[in-house]
């Protein structure tokens, strides 16, 4: 019996050929990267290809893997207190972060609001792209439902600050750290790191060598919500570091 495929049939069948391939590569991400160190980001070649295709062949986006325990307690405790707050509760997900984002989103069409955890911004630095879609979102839910699942708090917490973006081409921590304070992440002061946590809402526009006022603003009160979370001892306790 001869069977014919039709167009929509073959279509079917090249997405679900898709769907495995991509499944079995974020699989394998998330178990390989759960004790290997991260060589490189979604988002650091998604950088570094529209850098050569704009002809800008001197830019190189890179970072330098160091574990936790070659990073400032100051550095987690900064983008915690920046970023996600309830990290070392949650399951991937603020629920109620979502619930006052999308309000504000439906008063606010102009100034649109995230509520992306720590783990969410993980998923999508690691394994997608940049930009906001529905497409995105919903690989980015499944991703953080499987390093939630896989990896701790405490190695979500290292690949995320090993390759979150501080600056044009600055990928990680460490080399934050080196560029910005030509010092190692070890050593990082408070001031030091909730000023690189206050540039990562937009590390393109806003600048950690160059702050404005909104970005020591935000650095000053990164450090109140740093010191009212119980400052280093908020990750000790937590099993952070």
């Given at each position: 019996?001869?069977?014919?495929?039709?167009?929509?049939?073959?279509?079917?069948?090249?997405?679900?050929?898709?769907?495995?391939?991509?499944?079995?590569f974020w699989g394998g991400g998330i178990a390989l990267f759960s004790?290997?160190?991260?060589?490189?980001?979604?988002?650091?070649?998604?950088?570094?290809?529209?850098?050569?295709?704009?002809?800008?062949?001197?830019?190189?986006?890179?970072?330098?893997?160091?574990?936790?325990?070659?990073?400032?307690?100051?550095?987690?405790?900064?983008?915690?207190?920046?970023?996600?707050?309830?990290?070392?509760?949650?399951?991937?997900?603020?629920?109620?972060?979502?619930?006052?984002?999308?309000?504000?989103?439906?008063?606010?069409?102009?100034?649109?609001?995230?509520?992306?955890?720590?783990?969410?911004?993980?998923?999508?630095?690691?394994?997608?792209?940049?930009?906001?879609?529905?497409?995105?979102?919903?690989?980015?839910?499944?991703?953080?439902?499987?390093?939630?699942?896989?990896?701790?708090?405490?190695?979500?917490?290292?690949?995320?600050?090993?390759?979150?973006?501080f600056g044009d081409g600055v990928f990680g921590v460490e080399a934050?750290?080196?560029?910005?304070?030509?010092?190692?992440?070890?050593?990082?002061?408070?001031?030091?790191?909730?000023?690189?946590?206050?540039?990562?809402?937009?590390?393109?526009?806003?600048?950690?060598?160059?702050?404005?006022?909104?970005?020591?603003?935000?650095?000053?009160?990164?450090?109140r919500q740093m010191r009212q979370l119980g400052g280093e001892g908020?990750?000790?306790?937590?099993?952070?570091?």
């Amino acid at each position: 019996m001869i069977r014919k495929f039709t167009a929509g049939s073959w279509a079917k069948r090249i997405l679900l050929r898709i769907v495995i391939v991509l499944a079995v590569f974020w699989g394998g991400g998330i178990a390989l990267f759960s004790i290997m160190p991260v060589p490189f980001s979604a988002v650091m070649v998604e950088r570094q290809l529209s850098a050569w295709l704009s002809g800008d062949f001197g830019y190189v986006a890179h970072s330098d893997w160091v574990s936790m325990d070659q990073i400032s307690p100051f550095m987690g405790l900064a983008v915690i207190a920046a970023e996600d707050q309830k990290f070392p509760d949650h399951w991937g997900f603020d629920v109620a972060a979502i619930q006052k984002a999308l309000a504000h989103n439906e008063r606010h069409e102009d100034r649109v609001r995230g509520a992306s955890t720590l783990s969410q911004q993980t998923a999508k630095n690691l394994f997608l792209w940049d930009g906001r879609s529905w497409l995105r979102k919903g690989l980015e839910a499944g991703l953080t439902l499987g390093m939630e699942t896989v990896w701790s708090k405490k190695r979500i917490l290292t690949v995320y600050l090993n390759i979150a973006e501080f600056g044009d081409g600055v990928f990680g921590v460490e080399a934050a750290a080196q560029r910005y304070f030509h010092k190692p992440a070890s050593r990082l002061t408070m001031s030091e790191a909730a000023l690189l946590a206050a540039v990562l809402p937009n590390p393109v526009r806003f600048k950690a060598s160059a702050p404005s006022g909104y970005v020591r603003g935000r650095q000053a009160w990164i450090m109140r919500q740093m010191r009212q979370l119980g400052g280093e001892g908020f990750m000790t306790g937590n099993k952070l570091y």
